[in-house]
């Protein structure tokens, strides 16, 4: 070995030596900050959530108030003279109602100047308290803060902001005849939506706040006596464990609580409709809504909820049971027929009959890639343009949707990159795929068609079967809060059968699904005592 290889060497010895040091240096120091961090209290957490007492110092209430929002300037505070007492009046400028302050509060504690606060102020909502922690969350919710020299009660008056859209239909749940009211971003619309449609005093709604920073708060709506009383304990433990610095969708909520994350099917039901939601809690169900959002969550939920609508019961039960039977096909069609396709082209030519094979054959002849990769190529471009069309601006997303279809489709096909069979196999396979009314099931069974389209590919017709035996097992063995997935087929229970993949006549169905286990099953009301009266007579 040379002098200059053996240099050479020696300064490879160095830099690996002090690569390695840097690299030790720098897992020392990423422990030692994880230390730190576990220690250190988190600087964005506005206020503590212990009790603290509030003082009969109105200077030291303010200043604690004050340094709780970090003197933000749009904490407002107006000074009033009440029962010969120097009083201050806190609110957050971009949350409350300028004029209902200005006119039921401000007013007439000036006019009034003394007696019982709750006497004098227009304002439905007043509560008390001595603990600053309750008084700033308060604020917060849209509530004003009044407190006085040498006392230490703080006021809670309501003067909440209820900015928001008007009550419209959901886009992506139109039905034909019905309701065309869906849910706001506002939780009070919501449940004013739901208490509406089910005027019983029975009918429950729990609170819990989610989020060490966004202090986000939920609703669970039930019907107590009805609904089974270790579902909500089971719900409640599930939305108290979430230990999280913000909530901002359901989406969050549903990953924390459902029982199987790594599933492709949804275990809760997702829906901005009003009426499908009381429909669901008059079943014996729960609903979780939360502020901010214009949609609930319902559990529990089995397989077939996914693929009934409200149209189901506004119309005849001939119709309705055949479109719920045709949404069920699609589920099959979506997962199946792109697959099958590829095993009949590359294992079983003996399946596709006389009359076609000529013209199956011709389309295939010039095309240079296999019938997986001819698949493959048109799903992706498929969710491709959804994607686009979702994105872009209506005017815009209908041009891309007429670009991609007809120009995309013609000149793929005239180049002979992509088969004519092929194009109309993908275009069937998206039509079934929308017509599952929830969006969520809609994409979760397109994404199923790409494993059984390898299946298909590498097996043939075993492929699709091991494919759907898979599913099946999965479906079998997933649960939503308890309750089986797959439900009434496993387990096993024909009086269901009524409203599964069928809808028969409203009148038979008189027990309630089981799969949410209420306390009562039978629905009394539904009788046709009318038609036996006649009969006696």
């Known amino acids: 070995m040379s002098c200059k290889q053996r240099k050479y060497i020696k300064t490879l010895q160095k830099e690996q030596a002090i690569h390695n040091s840097l690299i030790k240096e720098g897992k020392t120091m990423r422990r030692r900050f994880l230390r730190t961090q576990k220690r250190t209290k988190p600087p964005y957490e506005a206020f503590p959530r212990e009790y603290i007492k509030a003082s009969i110092s109105l200077e030291e209430n303010k200043t604690h108030i004050e340094n709780a929002f970090h003197h933000s300037q749009d904490v407002m505070h107006r000074e009033l003279t009440w029962n010969g007492k120097k009083g201050l009046l806190f609110f957050l400028d971009i949350l409350v109602d300028k004029d209902k302050v200005q006119d039921d509060i401000i007013r007439p504690i000036l006019s009034a100047g003394e007696g019982k606060l709750e006497e004098i102020v227009h304002i439905a909502g007043i509560q008390k308290t001595s603990d600053i922690s309750k008084a700033i969350t308060g604020l917060l919710k849209g509530q004003c803060i009044f407190l006085t020299e040498h006392d230490d009660t703080l006021y809670?008056?309501?003067?909440?902001?209820?900015?928001?859209?008007?009550?419209?239909?959901?886009?992506?749940?139109?039905?034909?005849?019905?309701?065309?009211?869906?849910?706001?971003?506002?939780?009070?619309?919501?449940?004013?939506?739901?208490?509406?449609?089910?005027?019983?005093?029975?009918?429950?709604?729990?609170?819990?706040?989610?989020?060490?920073?966004?202090?986000?708060?939920?609703?669970?709506?039930?019907?107590?006596?009805?609904?089974?009383?270790?579902?909500?304990?089971?719900?409640?433990?599930?939305?108290?464990?979430?230990?999280?610095?913000?909530?901002?969708?359901?989406?969050?909520?549903?990953?924390?609580?459902?029982?199987?994350?790594?599933?492709?099917?949804?275990?809760?039901?997702?829906?901005?409709?009003?009426?499908?939601?009381?429909?669901?809690?008059?079943?014996?169900?729960?609903?979780?809504?939360?502020?901010?959002n214009p949609s609930a969550l319902i559990v529990p939920v089995t397989f077939f909820s996914f693929y009934q609508s409200p149209d189901d019961f506004n119309d005849r039960w001939h119709i309705g049971s055949f479109f719920r039977a045709v949404r069920i096909l699609s589920f099959f069609i979506t997962i199946v027929l792109p697959a099958f396709y590829i095993a009949v082209v590359t294992f079983h030519h003996e399946v596709i009959p006389l009359d076609l094979i000529f013209n199956v054959k011709s389309s295939l002849q010039h095309v240079p890639f296999p019938p997986i990769l001819e698949a493959m190529i048109m799903q992706v471009m498929l969710e491709l343009l959804r994607e686009a069309a979702i994105r872009l601006p209506t005017p815009i997303a209908q041009t891309i949707g007429i670009v991609g279809g007809l120009v995309i489709g013609n000149a793929v096909v005239q180049a002979s990159l992509i088969s004519n069979t092929m194009i109309i196999i993908v275009a069937v396979t998206a039509i079934s795929s929308f017509v599952v009314p929830s969006a969520e099931m809609s994409t979760a069974i397109r994404l199923l068609g790409f494993p059984l389209m390898i299946g298909a590919a590498t097996l043939g017709f075993f492929g699709i079967m091991f494919g759907i035996i898979l599913i099946l097992i999965h479906l079998c063995k997933l649960e939503s809060f308890g309750t089986p997935y797959f439900a009434p087929f496993a387990p096993l229970r024909i009086k269901d059968w009524k409203d599964a993949f069928i809808r028969l006549p409203v009148w038979i169905q008189n027990e309630r699904p089981l799969d949410a286990k209420p306390q009562y099953l039978k629905r009394e009301w539904f009788s046709r005592g009318w038609k036996r009266n006649g009969n006696k007579k």
Do not use: C, W
């Not at 599933?263 to 809690?281: C, G, H, V």
């Open 156 to 292: 809670l008056l309501e003067a909440f902001n209820a900015l928001g859209r008007s009550i419209e239909e959901p886009a992506n749940e139109k039905i034909i005849r019905g309701s065309h009211e869906g849910f706001v971003e506002s939780l009070s619309t919501n449940l004013y939506l739901l208490r509406k449609r089910i005027k019983n005093p029975n009918l429950t709604v729990k609170y819990i706040t989610l989020g060490k920073t966004s202090n986000t708060r939920v609703a669970v709506v039930y019907l107590h006596g009805l609904t089974n009383p270790q579902l909500i304990e089971e719900v409640e433990k599930r939305l108290q464990s979430i230990s999280a610095d913000s909530i901002q969708t359901p989406g969050y909520i549903e990953d924390y609580i459902e029982d199987n994350s790594f599933s492709p099917f949804p275990q809760a039901l997702n829906t901005e409709r009003p009426d499908k939601t009381a429909a669901n809690i008059i079943e014996g169900r729960a609903a979780i809504i939360m502020e901010g």
